[in-house]
């Protein structure tokens, strides 16, 4: 079992920059597959990127080239960098962590909010 807490939202101006944090309270952090979604106002919630125990990334056509997905394993947390935002990405940012087994518990924090205004 393994609790999540996100951090690192804020307000910020089209073409700026963010760093989301995802720390994780729990054992066996570094064989969780960690991922990042995000869900707007009115919208489904949409995964962005994933990290799997290995480090290999994966992301959403709308992240490519702008969001970068890590994890420290030695500190228990991912991270999102998300760079040139643009106001369709605003939303609440939820962390997630699962097991990579079939049937495995999905593992949510209580999300962050990410402005992108001018």
């Known amino acids: 079992q393994v609790e999540l807490v996100e951090s690192g939202g804020d307000l910020v101006q089209p073409g700026g920059s963010l760093r989301l944090s995802c720390a994780a309270v729990?054992?066996?952090?570094?064989?969780?597959?960690m991922s990042w979604y995000r869900q707007a106002p009115g919208s489904q919630r949409e995964l962005v990127a994933t990290?799997?125990?290995?480090?290999?990334?994966t992301y959403a056509d709308s992240a490519k080239g702008r969001f970068s997905i890590s994890r420290d394993n030695a500190w228990n947390t991912a991270y999102l960098q998300m760079n040139s935002l643009t106001p369709e990405d605003t939303a609440v940012y939820y962390c997630?962590?699962?097991?990579?087994?079939?049937?495995?518990?999905?593992?949510w924090g209580q999300g962050t909010q990410v402005t992108v205004s001018s």
């Open positions: 990290i799997s125990a290995g480090g290999g990334a």
């Open positions: 997630n962590a699962k097991m990579p087994r079939v049937n495995s518990p999905d593992y």
């Open positions: 729990g054992s066996s952090f570094p064989l969780y597959v």
